[in-house]
């Protein structure tokens, strides 16, 4: 195993910040009261086509509207956005009058997609300028964006709570981010009523993204093994620290009563899980991820060039895709195992809290929580790997560059990692069963 070398000034310090939060069945009715008190005036609501069948956006638009707000909806976001729906998201609202407040109103791809809109409203330049280097120009907003209020409508992105905007780079065949603090919504309106209307296949999905970030802030490389920072340098991800601990915790336990049976469709389970996306999204939002998301941008930016006809049973995919949490669990089971040495102490007792009955109790150490998502991931229906997704012993290079260029989520881990690590992840998560 690669260590990482100590620091020669250990850091002391960390960071933590989250938006505002209302939680609750029924807070959505109460967002016009939480926009106005913004000082807003026009407000544009950001969704996707999906979301609009569903009637939550009018739902939310009516609510703006019945305080006296203008508000005009927007189907502009693409289920795993690209530069270029990002792009085209950006002109249709640079055509509309200019809002005093963008709310999303959707799953991750819409958080998102009102990120990107709300950052170039108010910032010079196009959106490559601003995608994280290397493959974008890693440049900082100039100026203040605009407030961003998010209503997840799916349990799991976290996007309502950090400071990321995810896009696929088209060109370069790679997904990745951009990143900074002002991009974290001032506002998270989480409604598990508004849950209702997701199929089980994105329950399973997006809950496998939830249990990632919070497995992933977990075994995160601790605050103090970075070299101290002086308070410019300081980034979002710091590192796992006591209060990102804490809501990690909470959300892997509420996750092993109730990831199952949500995606079994029991109603009582939807608020647990809602609550668990979002004490994992204020985990990883401030202590960051690192493996199974670097792989994950590859894996699902890369499906589109294999010849693969993979479609996921719930999403309306007119093409190839692999959903953000499918992408990030396909890995996951052979990642930890990979990170296992840095921290036995932290995966036992993950594996633990997940599994709470003891079922791969007698599993060696070093397998244990990789057995313990595996069975789960068998529980709820995610792909068997990568190879009935669509990807060969042939794709193992191409999704290792993919990942090395994760360099902002790889310097989480906690452990260097090199390409030998990550080739030897890909080729053991072809098949989990």
């Given at each position: 195993m690669?260590?990482?070398?100590?620091?020669s000034?250990?850091?002391?310090?960390?960071?933590?910040?989250?938006p505002?939060l209302?939680?609750?069945?029924?807070?959505?009715?109460?967002?016009?009261h939480?926009?106005?008190?913004?000082?807003?005036?026009?407000v544009?609501?950001?969704?996707?086509p999906q979301?609009?069948?569903?009637?939550?956006?009018?739902?939310?638009?009516?609510a703006l509207r019945s305080?006296?707000?203008?508000?005009?909806?927007?189907?502009?976001?693409a289920?795993e956005p690209s530069?270029?729906?990002?792009?085209?998201?950006?002109e249709?609202a640079k055509?509309?009058?200019?809002?005093d407040?963008?709310?999303?109103?959707?799953?991750?791809?819409?958080i998102?997609?009102?990120?990107?809109?709300?950052?170039?409203?108010?910032?010079p330049?196009?959106?490559m300028?601003?995608?994280?280097?290397?493959?974008?120009g890693?440049?900082?907003?100039?100026h203040?964006?605009?407030p961003v209020?998010?209503?997840?409508?799916t349990?799991?992105?976290g996007?309502?709570?950090?400071?990321?905007?995810?896009l696929?780079?088209?060109?370069?065949?790679?997904?990745?981010g951009?990143?900074?603090?002002?991009?974290r919504?001032?506002?998270?309106?989480?409604?598990p009523?508004?849950?209702?209307?997701?199929p089980?296949?994105v329950?399973?999905?997006?809950?496998?993204?939830?249990l990632c970030?919070?497995?992933?802030?977990?075994?995160?490389?601790?605050?103090?093994?970075?070299?101290?920072?002086?308070?410019?340098?300081?980034?979002?991800?710091c590192?796992a620290?006591?209060?990102?601990?804490?809501?990690?915790?909470?959300?892997?336990?509420?996750?092993?009563?109730?990831f199952?049976?949500a995606?079994?469709?029991?109603?009582?389970?939807?608020?647990?899980?809602?609550?668990?996306?979002?004490?994992?999204?204020?985990?990883?939002?401030?202590?960051g991820?690192?493996?199974?998301?670097a792989n994950a941008?590859?894996?699902a930016?890369?499906?589109?060039?294999?010849g693969s006809?993979?479609r996921?049973?719930?999403?309306a995919?007119?093409?190839?895709?692999?959903?953000?949490?499918m992408?990030?669990?396909?890995?996951?089971p052979?990642a930890f195992?990979?990170?296992?040495?840095?921290?036995?102490?932290?995966?036992?007792t993950?594996a633990?809290?997940?599994d709470?009955?003891?079922?791969?109790?007698d599993?060696?150490?070093?397998?244990r929580?990789?057995?313990?998502?595996?069975?789960?991931?068998?529980?709820i229906?995610?792909?068997?790997?990568?190879?009935?997704?669509?990807?060969?012993?042939?794709d193992?290079?191409?999704?290792?560059?993919?990942?090395m260029q994760?360099?902002r989520?790889?310097a989480?881990?906690?452990?260097?990692?090199?390409?030998?690590?990550?080739?030897?992840?890909?080729r053991?998560?072809?098949?989990?069963w």
């Amino acid at each position: 195993m690669t260590t990482r070398p100590s620091p020669s000034t250990p850091e002391s310090v960390f960071t933590y910040a989250a938006p505002k939060l209302k939680f609750g069945p029924g807070s959505v009715a109460e967002i016009g009261h939480d926009v106005a008190a913004l000082g807003a005036r026009t407000v544009l609501v950001v969704t996707d086509p999906q979301l609009v069948a569903t009637g939550h956006p009018e739902r939310v638009a009516q609510a703006l509207r019945s305080v006296g707000l203008v508000a005009e909806v927007h189907d502009s976001a693409a289920v795993e956005p690209s530069d270029a729906s990002l792009a085209t998201a950006v002109e249709r609202a640079k055509g509309a009058p200019r809002p005093d407040v963008v709310v999303a109103v959707g799953g991750g791809s819409a958080i998102d997609t009102a990120k990107a809109v709300s950052l170039l409203l108010s910032n010079p330049g196009e959106l490559m300028d601003y995608v994280n280097a290397p493959v974008g120009g890693g440049r900082a907003p100039e100026h203040p964006v605009l407030p961003v209020v998010a209503v997840p409508t799916t349990t799991g992105t976290g996007s309502e709570s950090t400071t990321i905007c995810v896009l696929d780079v088209l060109a370069a065949k790679v997904k990745t981010g951009i990143s900074h603090e002002r991009l974290r919504p001032v506002l998270a309106v989480v409604d598990p009523e508004l849950t209702a209307t997701q199929p089980p296949g994105v329950t399973a999905s997006a809950g496998m993204d939830i249990l990632c970030h919070a497995l992933e802030s977990w075994t995160a490389r601790p605050y103090t093994s970075y070299e101290h920072k002086s308070a410019e340098q300081r980034v979002p991800y710091c590192g796992a620290n006591p209060i990102a601990d804490m809501y990690a915790e909470r959300a892997m336990r509420l996750l092993a009563g109730a990831f199952r049976s949500a995606v079994a469709g029991e109603e009582s389970a939807r608020t647990d899980m809602a609550l668990a996306a979002t004490f994992a999204g204020m985990g990883f939002g401030n202590a960051g991820v690192h493996v199974p998301h670097a792989n994950a941008y590859p894996v699902a930016g890369r499906v589109h060039d294999i010849g693969s006809d993979f479609r996921p049973a719930g999403y309306a995919a007119s093409e190839a895709m692999v959903p953000h949490g499918m992408a990030v669990a396909s890995t996951a089971p052979a990642a930890f195992e990979m990170t296992f040495g840095a921290n036995p102490e932290r995966h036992l007792t993950a594996a633990a809290w997940l599994d709470p009955q003891g079922l791969d109790a007698d599993v060696a150490p070093p397998q244990r929580l990789p057995a313990v998502l595996r069975r789960l991931m068998r529980d709820i229906d995610q792909p068997s790997g990568l190879a009935e997704i669509g990807y060969t012993d042939a794709d193992v290079d191409g999704i290792v560059s993919g990942t090395m260029q994760q360099q902002r989520l790889l310097a989480t881990a906690p452990r260097e990692i090199t390409e030998e690590d990550i080739a030897g992840v890909v080729r053991a998560s072809m098949h989990h069963w």
